[in-house]
């Protein structure tokens, strides 16, 4: 038994033993990584408070934090037996704006890695968290937003990574714990919500289901789901061999973590895969991402027995299946959404959620996004918060179960080769300013970026689309221009993804600038001009990656326009468009997601 099992016992024996049963006096903990050390305490309840700190947490400038704390609290695993979870709770600086008490949101994580050094806390402080953004987003709205690490993250413990009760009984009781904190303003019995993606998104659809039984005492307004791996054997299989196999590796792990007996690693993985655990225990999410794509369980075990011969083992099958959701009814209205292309979580498996939630008469909203696992992350955020704003204002939510819109269907990229993000018809928010006039043009709304992102190449392909369109020019007089913006071969650029989650764009493409025709709206005269060489735009940018789904990728620069062929007008042409300075602003927006 580890150490860290051991001050568990002990700490359960201590609770059972002494009296009275009620949380100790919150103790605030020590400095620097000495708080991650499991104390000798007496605690009684789920949720009682063990110590807490003032915490630095970096989520960048301009966030609406008013303060931040460091927290470490009782909890439960999957099998019922105590444990002790480590986590951060965010007080935002702006008023609720809603009536009623300011409401707490339990945001449930993704995956964050196996070592000490990835758990949420380090990476808020560090300002390493790629799900910064989403915080952010909920600060802004006015929440109290608590992160749990999950269980695992304390000094000498390994996390019990997809355990899905576990995770949901620290996302629960991390309520309990932060309303602890002398002066931080948390109400007990203020709305709340959790909301979670992937990981999270297991996490949160457990809240729904365990929610009135585990923590009654909350008032509970909803769960928000997304990304959700809802049925273990299908998502194991689809990872297996895949871009996201290092995701069925770490499942595998920190299952072995909450049932040794039951899935006895030791005993199943050979000399190569106790190798890969040890160096997979070191690593967080982008590093272990790309060490261990499209690597088959096969590899790691003894006789190479793979997937399916594994799953015919009735203890591994069990606690594999014990992780499935929709066993179960969720006691709160739910929020799910899956991208189509998700390369990760099959969305196939997200429907049947739906479905079994509807069989037994729950509230379902469900959401779909044309997009990939780590864009949907992103690209959802301001749906979510806005379906939580009317949960927490008392509002009834769209029942998805009673919709006649056909189930969606995936259109994710096969498992199995390179990581390639596709970019289908996005839209692009794009403008120019026209140096010598000193006016600005704005591209038409159907501007549309395809493109074929390979993160494991480094490489993106693709094509830009301009409809033609009138622009309104003080040319002399105000005149309606119609222009073309005409592409010249594809988009090629460098694309990549560092191991600390920053996506860089390195590239350029190349277009013909032409005037069609100028004149009154009533009176358009053509004229048919064109720019003897094309203009190049670069399209460079560097930052989170949560900026690709969020609308956040902007390409923004000065290009020149060559002189226009225009006939008898070239020369007044010439002087009003051509010449170098033309700045031009580009962002991409991913598609809008449809509601079922």
Same mark, same amino acid.
């Given at each position: 038994?580890?150490?860290?099992? #051991?001050?568990?016992?002990?700490?359960?024996?201590?609770?059972?033993?002494?009296?009275?049963?009620?949380?100790? @006096?919150? !103790?605030?903990?020590?400095?620097?990584?000495?708080?991650?050390?499991?104390?000798?305490?007496?605690?009684?309840?789920?949720?009682?408070?063990?110590?807490?700190?003032?915490?630095? !947490?970096?989520?960048?400038?301009?966030?609406?934090?008013?303060?931040?704390?460091?927290?470490?609290?009782?909890?439960?695993?999957?099998?019922?037996?105590?444990?002790?979870?480590?986590?951060?709770?965010?007080?935002?600086?702006?008023?609720?704006?809603?009536?009623?008490?300011?409401?707490?949101?339990?945001?449930?994580?993704?995956?964050?890695?196996?070592?000490?050094?990835?758990?949420?806390?380090?990476?808020?402080?560090?300002?390493?968290?790629?799900?910064?953004?989403?915080?952010? @987003?909920?600060?802004?709205?006015?929440?109290?937003?608590?992160?749990?690490?999950?269980?695992?993250?304390?000094?000498? @413990?390994?996390?019990?990574?997809?355990?899905?009760?576990?995770?949901?009984?620290?996302?629960?009781? +991390?309520?309990?714990?932060?309303?602890?904190?002398?002066?931080?303003?948390?109400?007990?019995?203020?709305?709340?919500?959790?909301?979670?993606?992937?990981?999270?998104?297991?996490?949160?659809?457990?809240?729904?289901? $365990?929610?009135?039984?585990?923590?009654?005492?909350?008032?509970?307004?909803?769960?928000?789901?997304?990304?959700?791996?809802?049925?273990?054997?299908?998502?194991?299989?689809?990872?297996?061999?895949?871009?996201?196999?290092?995701?069925?590796?770490?499942?595998?792990?920190?299952?072995?973590?909450?049932?040794?007996?039951?899935?006895?690693?030791?005993?199943?993985?050979?000399?190569?895969?106790?190798?890969? +655990?040890?160096?997979?225990?070191?690593?967080?999410?982008?590093?272990?991402?790309?060490?261990?794509?499209?690597?088959?369980?096969?590899?790691? *075990?003894?006789?190479?027995?793979?997937?399916?011969?594994? #799953?015919?083992?009735?203890?591994?099958?069990?606690? $594999?299946?014990?992780?499935?959701?929709?066993?179960?009814?969720?006691?709160?209205?739910?929020?799910?959404?899956?991208?189509?292309?998700?390369?990760? +979580?099959?969305?196939?498996?997200?429907?049947?959620?739906?479905?079994?939630?509807?069989?037994?008469?729950?509230?379902?909203?469900?959401?779909?996004?044309?997009?990939?696992? +780590?864009?949907?992350?992103?690209?959802?955020?301001?749906?979510?918060?806005?379906?939580?704003?009317?949960?927490?204002?008392?509002?009834?939510?769209?029942?998805?179960?009673?919709?006649?819109?056909?189930?969606?269907?995936?259109?994710?990229?096969?498992?199995?080769?390179?990581?390639?993000?596709?970019?289908?018809?996005?839209?692009?928010? @794009?403008?120019?300013?026209?140096?010598?006039?000193?006016?600005?043009?704005?591209?038409?709304?159907?501007?549309?970026?395809?493109?074929?992102?390979?993160?494991?190449?480094?490489?993106?392909?693709?094509?830009?689309?301009?409809?033609?369109?009138?622009?309104?020019?003080?040319?002399?007089?105000?005149?309606?221009?119609?222009?073309?913006?005409?592409?010249?071969?594809?988009?090629?650029?460098?694309?990549?993804?560092?191991?600390?989650? !920053?996506?860089?764009?390195?590239?350029? *493409?190349?277009?013909?600038?032409?005037?069609?025709?100028?004149?009154?709206?009533?009176?358009?005269?053509?004229?048919?001009?064109?720019?003897?060489?094309?203009? *190049?735009?670069?399209?460079?940018?560097?930052?989170?990656?949560?900026?690709?789904?969020?609308?956040?990728?902007?390409?923004?620069?000065?290009?020149?326009?060559?002189? #226009?062929?225009?006939?008898?007008?070239?020369?007044?042409?010439?002087?009003?468009?051509?010449?170098?300075?033309?700045?031009?602003?580009?962002?991409?927006?991913?598609?809008?997601?449809?509601?079922?």
């Amino acid at each position: 038994m580890s150490d860290f099992k #051991l001050k568990a016992s002990t700490l359960a024996l201590s609770a059972a033993l002494l009296a009275p049963f009620a949380a100790q @006096a919150a !103790v605030e903990g020590p400095s620097g990584m000495d708080f991650y050390d499991v104390p000798f305490v007496n605690t009684t309840q789920n949720g009682d408070l063990i110590w807490y700190r003032e915490a630095n !947490v970096n989520l960048g400038g301009g966030a609406a934090l008013a303060k931040a704390y460091n927290v470490m609290y009782r909890s439960t695993d999957s099998l019922g037996e105590e444990n002790v979870v480590t986590g951060t709770v965010l007080i935002s600086s702006n008023e609720w704006e809603g009536s009623g008490e300011r409401p707490t949101l339990s945001y449930a994580v993704g995956t964050h890695g196996l070592d000490q050094s990835c758990a949420p806390s380090m990476q808020l402080q560090a300002g390493s968290d790629y799900e910064t953004r989403n915080l952010r @987003a909920a600060l802004e709205k006015g929440y109290a937003v608590l992160v749990t690490d999950y269980e695992g993250y304390t000094t000498g @413990a390994t996390p019990t990574y997809l355990a899905g009760e576990s995770q949901a009984h620290a996302a629960l009781d +991390i309520f309990r714990a932060a309303s602890q904190i002398p002066r931080a303003g948390i109400d007990i019995n203020a709305p709340s919500a959790v909301w979670g993606f992937s990981q999270g998104g297991q996490t949160a659809a457990w809240v729904g289901q $365990i929610a009135d039984d585990y923590a009654p005492e909350l008032d509970l307004v909803g769960v928000a789901s997304g990304g959700t791996p809802a049925d273990f054997p299908v998502v194991a299989d689809y990872l297996n061999g895949s871009t996201g196999a290092s995701f069925l590796l770490g499942g595998i792990i920190g299952l072995s973590e909450q049932y040794p007996d039951d899935i006895p690693v030791d005993e199943l993985a050979s000399a190569n895969g106790k190798a890969a +655990i040890a160096d997979y225990k070191n690593k967080c999410t982008f590093e272990f991402l790309f060490d261990y794509m499209n690597e088959s369980l096969s590899s790691y *075990t003894v006789g190479n027995k793979d997937l399916d011969e594994l #799953l015919q083992v009735p203890s591994i099958n069990q606690r $594999i299946t014990d992780q499935n959701l929709g066993g179960a009814g969720a006691d709160v209205p739910v929020l799910l959404y899956h991208g189509t292309a998700d390369e990760f +979580i099959p969305i196939e498996q997200s429907i049947e959620l739906k479905d079994a939630y509807c069989r037994r008469f729950d509230k379902v909203t469900y959401d779909v996004y044309p997009s990939e696992h +780590i864009v949907t992350l992103f690209q959802a955020a301001p749906t979510v918060l806005t379906w939580l704003d009317e949960r927490f204002a008392g509002q009834n939510p769209r029942n998805s179960c009673y919709s006649f819109a056909r189930d969606p269907e995936s259109n994710a990229n096969p498992g199995g080769g390179d990581f390639i993000v596709t970019l289908d018809e996005w839209n692009l928010d @794009a403008e120019l300013h026209l140096a010598t006039l000193d006016q600005t043009v704005e591209l038409p709304e159907d501007t549309t970026i395809s493109a074929d992102a390979n993160i494991t190449d480094e490489s993106l392909q693709g094509l830009l689309t301009v409809p033609d369109f009138y622009a309104q020019l003080n040319i002399l007089i105000q005149l309606t221009v119609g222009l073309s913006v005409e592409p010249v071969g594809q988009i090629e650029a460098t694309t990549r993804l560092s191991r600390d989650g !920053v996506l860089s764009i390195e590239g350029s *493409t190349q277009a013909n600038v032409l005037i069609n025709t100028a004149g009154f709206s009533w009176l358009p005269i053509p004229f048919n001009c064109r720019t003897t060489e094309p203009a *190049t735009f670069d399209l460079n940018y560097e930052g989170p990656i949560a900026d690709f789904g969020a609308g956040g990728i902007v390409f923004a620069g000065e290009t020149e326009f060559a002189e #226009l062929e225009c006939g008898w007008m070239t020369a007044l042409f010439n002087s009003l468009v051509a010449g170098p300075g033309q700045e031009y602003n580009f962002r991409l927006v991913p598609p809008a997601p449809e509601r079922l």
